[in-house]
């Protein structure tokens, strides 16, 4: 499971005059998050500027769109000011896209004396 030192985390701040949204996330794929956030809000992608800083090493858990982002936008378009989410270690810890468990079923074939063929 990867475990970053910062844990997921965004400050949206929508500005209702403008019709700007404008994100500030650790995100590792925010492109793909501001289309989405197109595709979900209606608003189109040239009004939502995604922010996302260096953050280090996020081993691949900051590629996905967590709850937390949707409801931090939807809230701050909704209410027209500027909404925090900060997930919490624990949340990281039993949240993240790499935190659950995976369970698989599979053959090998090896000879009687237990040797992989």
């Not at 005059?17 to 209606?42: D, E, F, N």
């Given at each position: 499971?990867?475990?970053?030192?910062?844990?997921?985390?965004?400050?949206?701040?929508?500005?209702?005059?403008?019709?700007?949204?404008?994100?500030?996330?650790?995100?590792?794929?925010?492109?793909?998050?501001?289309?989405?956030?197109?595709?979900?809000?209606?608003?189109?992608?040239?009004?939502?500027?995604?922010?996302?800083?260096?953050?280090?090493?996020?081993?691949?858990?900051?590629?996905?769109?967590?709850?937390?982002?949707?409801?931090?936008?939807?809230?701050?378009?909704?209410?027209?000011?500027?909404?925090?989410?900060?997930?919490?270690?624990?949340?990281?810890?039993?949240?993240?896209?790499?935190?659950?468990?995976?369970?698989?079923?599979?053959?090998?074939?090896?000879?009687?004396?237990?040797r992989i063929k």
């Amino acid at each position: 499971h990867p475990c970053p030192l910062e844990t997921c985390g965004c400050v949206a701040s929508f500005d209702k005059i403008k019709g700007h949204l404008t994100v500030y996330m650790t995100s590792q794929a925010p492109h793909i998050v501001r289309t989405v956030v197109s595709m979900l809000s209606g608003l189109p992608e040239s009004k939502i500027r995604i922010i996302s800083p260096d953050i280090g090493g996020g081993f691949g858990n900051k590629v996905g769109i967590y709850p937390g982002y949707v409801v931090a936008i939807v809230a701050s378009i909704v209410l027209g000011r500027p909404v925090k989410w900060i997930e919490s270690r624990i949340d990281n810890l039993s949240t993240t896209a790499f935190a659950r468990d995976y369970h698989g079923i599979g053959e090998l074939a090896a000879d009687k004396d237990g040797r992989i063929k």
